[in-house]
């Protein structure tokens, strides 16, 4: 007889988020998540860059290069540690009140904090209120970043049919690599500039520019229903009052998989597009443009592999892309070092471009769909966002930051190699003890 209720749940609880699902076809859906996406992406990744690029040299000048970068990286990190506090204010709220509404927030959130960094005095102005200013909003885009993927993914998957959740979940990922371009390609064509005019007025334009994009963003958001799946499980019971005590009691094994399962991907991208820059620019004294070609060559690329990854996790299941991806970073970490090290243009270019695609991508493409699929309607804001969000801090807050001192310290690139390997490694375990997910029902509950 329960079994027979909760079959019947089930199916009232599909048709119910069918119906309203019709209210807004899935091209709306994903395109007012890319969008908003994008602009969230392009605020937290302009930091990186620039931080590998000028914030060393403006806001900590009185620390040698090498140091003066360790220093800029730091404050690249505190972004990424603050992202779990995002993860879990937000998937709280975002758990009991709805997932648009939380989204709307992050939006005004991260485009606050970038447009301020925008207007920041510099050390020679202001002297330590300078950094001390440019952490905290770091701290802030942090925040804002934490809560947004996990919503942004959530509205996707809970409106997509489920034999297509990876590609349409992909599809949100895509504006990871749209936010790269958009603020790689700026900073790389305002670097041609004369560096005294670079360093004074033309840094701060890509982050005032964020002003503009965020209200796109936002109007754009403000035109999408509430997710079915949220809306037709807020009708049969009330939330747990706090999701995340659920997400650590009963969800546990899930949440250190899901950490597992992030952790290598999100050190890999940063290494490629923050360190990699520091590492070429600073220590092989290559053209910063060099690094940068390839950077933006490997996100280009990147807009076909990563849907092509997702849609493929619909087809063969997410953890085969997990497996590849994972062993491709082992067995790439040393051999990318050895590219950068020729000097040769051509040889960087598709050496980071590979990396990103069959490292990177492989295993973000399905992520959107794999790190919700393993918690409960009920949990899935805050579940799928701690797990996704602990392991941005561990992978790409600390990852770029410890390459850089491993170094300052060896001299070479080998301790880095093996730093990559190691969390490759990790990854790989959590795949393997990962259960299938892209076949389940996100009606469960």
Same mark, same amino acid.
């Given at each position: ?132 200013? &440019?952490?905290?909003? @770091?701290?802030?885009?942090? #925040?804002? !970043? %934490? ?5 942004? +993914?959530?509205?996707? *998957? ?89 997400? &650590?009691?009963?969800? @546990?094994?899930?949440?250190? #998989?899901? !950490? %597992? ?5 999100? +050190?890999?991208?940063? *290494? ?174």
């Amino acid at each position: 007889m329960d079994a027979y209720t909760n079959m019947e749940g089930a199916a009232g609880l599909a048709d119910t988020a069918h119906r309203s699902s019709s209210r807004d076809s899935m091209s709306k859906v994903v395109t007012a998540s890319v969008i908003g996406t994008m602009v969230e992406w392009y605020d937290f990744l302009l930091y990186g860059t620039a931080a590998a690029l000028v914030f060393n040299k403006l806001f900590f000048p009185s620390l040698d290069p090498l140091m003066g970068t360790m220093a800029a990286l730091g404050s690249f990190a505190v972004g990424f540690i603050a992202r779990p506090l995002g993860g879990v204010v937000f998937g709280h709220f975002g758990d009991k009140v709805g997932r648009k509404t939380m989204l709307m927030t992050t939006m005004f959130l991260m485009g606050g904090g970038t447009f301020a960094i925008g207007l920041l005095p510099t050390y020679g102005q202001i002297g330590i209120w300078a950094p001390v200013l &440019l952490i905290l909003l @770091r701290v802030i885009q942090g #925040i804002g !970043i %934490g809560g947004e993927w996990g919503g942004a +993914a959530l509205m996707v *998957i809970e409106h997509a049919p489920r034999d297509k959740r990876g590609f349409y979940g992909s599809l949100v990922q895509m504006g990871f690599p749209l936010g790269m371009l958009a603020s790689t390609g700026i900073f790389a064509y305002l670097s041609r500039m004369a560096d005294t005019d670079f360093l004074s007025w033309g840094w701060r334009v890509p982050f005032l520019l964020s002003a503009i994009l965020v209200f796109l963003g936002f109007y754009i958001r403000l035109k999408v229903s509430e997710s079915p799946v949220f809306a037709a499980a807020a009708q049969e019971k009330e939330p747990p009052k706090i999701p995340l005590f659920e997400v &650590l009691t009963k969800h @546990r094994r899930n949440l250190i #998989i899901s !950490i %597992g399962l992030k952790v290598c991907e999100v +050190a890999w991208v940063y *290494i490629l597009t923050v360190f990699v820059v520091v590492y070429g620019t600073t220590v092989l004294k290559i053209p910063k443009t060099v690094i940068l070609d390839g950077v933006l060559l490997g996100a280009a690329l990147e807009l076909l592999t990563i849907p092509l990854f997702g849609h493929l996790s619909d087809r063969w299941g997410r953890r085969p892309l997990y497996f590849l991806g994972s062993i491709f970073t082992i067995a790439a970490a040393y051999p990318l070092f050895m590219c950068i090290q020729t000097g040769n243009p051509v040889i960087i270019a598709l050496a980071v471009a590979i990396c990103m695609n069959l490292g990177h991508g492989s295993m973000y493409g399905p992520q959107a769909a794999l790190l919700p699929e393993l918690f409960g309607t009920k949990v899935r804001y805050s579940g799928a966002s701690l797990g996704c969000q602990v392991a941005a801090g561990i992978g790409g807050g600390l990852a770029p930051m410890l390459a850089t001192a491993l170094l300052a310290r060896q001299g070479h690139f080998v301790g880095v190699a093996i730093m990559i390997a190691v969390l490759g490694l990790v990854t790989l375990i959590a795949t393997a003890a990962s259960t299938e997910t892209y076949r389940d029902n996100l009606y469960e509950s």
